[in-house]
């Protein structure tokens, strides 16, 4: 196993996978938190709509699918505040329209498309300097969001109503925080893909609520999660040869159970 580590792509992967984690987790506290998990689904898939037209004008799918993802996660703030559309029923519009969009162009496109199966089921290998420096600057931007907006957002995750009669600036963080995901996301595809993507953005920080309750000790306990799930999957590919997407996601359920059973126990020896 340590041999690997004298290759460059690895040890991007292993920076790739450090970075991702850290801002999956903070962005996944924030999800469960203000319970936005449908929201980061609809946008995962409305991804797949960028995707497909992306491939069809022969643009960088990246790039597409981020327009989409933004496109998509104001559309449904839009709805649902303008349109008097309950948030649900925008999810299911942006949700249902991405994948049409993302099937029907990926029909359209002449030739096969092998790259498409790295953006639905993730390959972490692949990550570029360009792709850990897009990973850095994001990174820098959500945690200087955070230090700059904390209390802010505390308020509007945990009850947005209250936030808002208080006279905060629920908008400017509910906004930003929406781009914020999406744009977390569109990222994230790269190392789990749009199919296990979902499971990146929730199961450290479900994990993590086992033990706490309040925002910050879930955040740092769920980018621990996050981080010792994600490069042990890594690893633990280099030895039975599997995607690593798959064994991250098993690891992150593996510590859920683990976590579920230590507490039960705990509660068990205290009584």
Known sequence: MLEYFDYAFFRQALAGVFLISICAAMIGTYIISRRLVAISGGITHACFGGLGLGYFLGINPVIMAGVFAIGSSVGVEWLSRRMSLR??????????????????????????????????????????TADLAAFAIFTAVLIAF??????????????????????????LVSYTMTVLIAVGIVLTIRLVGIMLLMSMLSLPMITAEVFYSRFRPVMLASVAVSVAASAGGLLLSTIIDVPCSALIVLLMTALFLLAKTAKALLRKISQ
């Open 146 to 171: 955070f230090a700059w907006q904390y209390r802010n957002i505390v308020a509007v995750a945990f009850d947005r109503d209250f936030a808002a009669v208080s006279g905060l600036p629920v908008r």
């Open 87 to 128: 948030e649900d029923s925008a999810i299911a519009v942006v949700w249902a329209l991405g994948m049409a969009l993302g099937v029907l162009f990926v029909f359209l496109t002449p030739g096969y498309v092998p790259e498409l199966n790295s953006f639905l089921f993730g390959n972490i290998l692949t990550v570029s």
